[in-house]
């Protein structure tokens, strides 16, 4: 092992806090979310809860939006994103498709977010 140097390279991706990184209606910076949402769209609800860390059947037992209302509010909670439940039941009682696809685009974005740490190792 002589003769070899260890280089320990640290990258941090911030996400801004405060707002939500992606508006209502851009459905199309994120493909994919949008075409499972158009195909399936409870399939698209049960991932999105999923990657949140709740059971996935979740939006099964969205009686008048409540399990939707409280994804959307613990979100907000967890990702320090300003609103409150009036915003987030109007945004969901008008647009909410689009409130959903938000919330999954919202999940993806802060799970590649973070500290990434790679190690290299060099011959001298």
Known sequence: MAGQATTTIVTTQHVSSGTWTTGICDCCSDMSTCCCALCCFPCMQCQTVSQFGWCFCMPLLDCCMVVSCCLRQKMREQYNIHGSCCDDFCTLCFCYPCAW????????IRAHSGTVVTQQITRS
């Open 101 to 108: 696809c938000q919330m999954s685009r919202e999940i993806k």
